[in-house]
Every structure is written in structure tokens, then in C-alpha cells.
């Protein structure tokens, strides 16, 4: 079965720091692994994937993830934090049903990252 | 930019009653879910539906609950009998074919009193 675990449950970076949110991954077949965000009130929104191509992703407002299989991480980075990044963030594999192509998506506990001024 | 759509977005009903959760996906997609986030706690994989029936459910999405396409633009969660644990923030998705990115609605905060 595919689990993921988010390493720690809340961040906090000074802005114009690095982020690093901590993703690990457990996982049977070659895994299909996302970050997610979610602003307050709003929806779940994809800032990247990774799907067995190049093992260093590049999102959406500057975000990057690195899959590594030999640690089982896809920990996500961004150079220099913006205020506008605070927010939740989820790191989610997908579980293929070998019945259907309708697989569901696990979600790690979250990351909640906070930015100082 | 195409989205997913949940109505309402706060829906406060009391225990016992029954509530319908609207969704309307974006419009060419054909798979669709239903997540939820109880507070404090992870995003749970309820049920996924496809080509007008369940593909997959988990052990949450017990009889008291049930899915519907209506009219070809409208996915619906429907709890029968609400309890106090079913408060939670329900997450509908979809997405377009085979291809895994799901679509995420804003979601529908529930409030069972």
C-alpha cells in the first residue's frame, strides 16, 4: 500500500530564506507523487508533479521537488520565501487501482509554512 | 481557467438530517471524487466514480452515504443521516482521463450540531 509522511507539521521561514518541506514516501510500484496547496478558504491547488520523468520537478511561484528513490523523499524547496507562500501544503502519492484508472490520491498530514517579515 | 465548483461552501445542518454536497467538475473530465478533512486531520480518500457508477470507495463511504451525476454536469454527495463526526471539509475532484492530476474544488465546510 502507498503511504506518505510529512516530516513536520508546521514551518517557519524568515522571507527571502530557503523553504524546505520534508516529504517521505513509501510505495510498492513506481509512484506518481505531488505537492499540493491550499491557501485559507480556498481549494486544493497542484504546484507540481512528478511522474517518473525527470527526478527534479519544477512547479508553479518558484517551488522545485527532487524525487529520490535511494531515500524515498520528494522534499520541496523554494529559494527565497514570499509572504504570499504561506499556506498549507500536501505532499500526495497516487494509488493506482489495477481495476480501474479512477486511482485515488493519498494525502500526507500537511505542512503548514508560515513566512516572517 | 477551468475549475471545479462546490456549493455551498458552508453548510450547517443539525444531527439526523440529511445534506446534499454539490459539485460540478470541470466540464470535459470524467473521473470524479469525493475527499474529506475532518479538522486537524489528513485529506481521506471517500469514493471515486466513473463512466456513471462507484470505481472505488473506502471504508468511510458506508451506506449512509451516496454519490450521484444527476445531469451530466452535477457530481453530488449525499449523507443520509448525519452524525456529529461527519463535520469535516469535503473536497470534490475530477479529473480529465487515465492521467492522474486531479482538479480540486474549494470545498464544502460541513457542520453537523
Known amino acids: 500500500a502507498q503511504s506518505v509522511t510529512q516530516l513536520d507539521s508546521h514551518v517557519s521561514v524568515s522571507e527571502g530564506t530557503p523553504v524546505l518541506l520534508r516529504c517521505n514516501y513509501s510505495?510498492?510500484?513506481?509512484?506518481?507523487l505531488f505537492w499540493y496547496v491550499q491557501h485559507p478558504n480556498k481549494g486544493l491547488q497542484l504546484l507540481l508533479k512528478?511522474?517518473?520523468?525527470?527526478?527534479l520537478v519544477k512547479g508553479i511561484n518558484g517551488f522545485e521537488a527532487e524525487f529520490k528513490k535511494s531515500e524515498t523523499s520528494f522534499h520541496l524547496t523554494k529559494p527565497s520565501a514570499h509572504m504570499s507562500d504561506a499556506a498549507e501544503y500536501f505532499c500526495v502519492v497516487s494509488d493506482p487501482n489495477r481495476h480501474s484508472s479512477a486511482s485515488k490520491i493519498i494525502f500526507g498530514s500537511g505542512t503548514r509554512l508560515s513566512i516572517r517579515p | 481557467e477551468p475549475e471545479v465548483t462546490q456549493t455551498p461552501s458552508h453548510q450547517v445542518t443539525q444531527m439526523g438530517q440529511e445534506v446534499i454536497l454539490r459539485c460540478v467538475p470541470i466540464s470535459n473530465h470524467l473521473y470524479f471524487y469525493w475527499y474529506r478533512q475532518i479538522l486537524g486531520q489528513k485529506v481521506e480518500f471517500l469514493v471515486s466514480f466513473y463512466n456513471n457508477e462507484i470505481s472505488e470507495k473506502s471504508e468511510i463511504f458506508d451506506d449512509q452515504f451516496s454519490v450521484e451525476r444527476p445531469d451530466g454536469s452535477n457530481f453530488t454527495l449525499k449523507i443520509r443521516s448525519t452524525k456529529l463526526e461527519d463535520s469535516a471539509m469535503y473536497f470534490c475532484?475530477?479529473?480529465?482521463?487515465?492521467?492522474?492530476?486531479?482538479?480540486f474544488g474549494a470545498g464544502t465546510r460541513l457542520s453537523v450540531l
Open positions: 475532484a475530477s479529473k480529465a482521463g487515465s492521467g492522474n492530476i486531479q482538479y
Open positions: 510505495s510498492s510500484y513506481s509512484p506518481s
Open positions: 512528478y511522474t517518473s520523468a525527470a527526478t
